[in-house]
């Protein structure tokens, strides 16, 4: 079964202070790997997308890392700042095969506070 | 903003009733998801559809029907509502019939059933 598990749960840190949130995942065939970010009551909006190839992205003061591998991927945020404070979710993607099923995999997020 | 337009906002019903929620999506893209979200949950996938036919189907239940329109705007029906059902509603859209391409959301309907 596929599955995305993400870690911590939830995390606190001091404005301007540095984190990297974890993600790991069985999906099969792999086709690409997403971060979204979430603010409480808002649509997630997505942060970086990474196909099996792509091994770094950044956007900003996020950067994503991806270790097919080892199914590990990791969005590290710099310099954090208090409108960071939201939840990170991990979406994996699986090779497009027809059929009914759909073919994204949610994390369940990690709800990240920063702290002035 | 991503483009993705739901109505309404927000959404206040009793057990029993009916709703429609309404989506448009982003100009050009052909397929529109619909996932609930409830509190403190991940996004469950509920309905996905391309250019006006069902695509994919998750944990929908069968008292909630979606379609989507020849202007490609879509519509998730819920009816017999239970106070369960009380939850965050997003419509995504994103241009390709597969998940290769990026996908856009809604800032989603918040739908609270007393």
């Known amino acids: 079964k596929n599955q995305v598990e993400q870690s911590p749960q939830s995390l606190i840190i001091l404005e301007g202070k540095n984190c990297t949130l974890q993600c790991n995942y069985t999906v099969s065939p792999f086709s690409n790997l997403r971060w979204y970010k979430q603010d409480t009551g808002r649509g997630p909006v997505s942060l970086t997308i990474?196909?099996?190839?792509?091994n770094t992205k950044s956007n900003g003061r996020y950067t994503a890392t991806l270790d097919a591998d080892t199914k590990q991927s990791s969005l590290h945020i710099t310099a954090s700042q208090l409108s960071d404070s939201a939840s990170y979710i991990c979406v994996v993607s699986a090779v497009y095969s027809g059929g009914g099923a759909d073919g994204l995999t949610f994390g369940k997020g990690t709800h990240l506070i920063i702290q002035p | 903003d991503s483009g993705v337009t739901q109505t309404p906002k927000h959404l206040i019903t009793a057990t029993g009733q009916r709703v429609t929620l309404r989506c448009s999506p982003r100009?050009?893209?052909?397929?529109v998801y619909w996932y609930q979200q409830s509190l403190d949950q991940g996004l469950q996938f509920l309905i996905q559809y391309y250019n006006g036919e069902e695509r994919a189907k998750g944990n929908i239940l069968e008292r909630f029907s979606a379609q989507q329109f020849p202007d490609l705007h879509s519509e998730l029906n819920l009816s017999s509502l239970e106070l369960g059902d009380s939850a965050l509603y997003f419509c995504a859209s994103s241009e390709f019939r597969s998940y290769t391409g990026e996908l856009f959301f809604g800032e989603g309907s918040r739908l609270t059933v007393l």
């Open positions: 990474m196909t099996f190839s792509e």
């Open positions: 100009s050009g893209d052909l397929s």
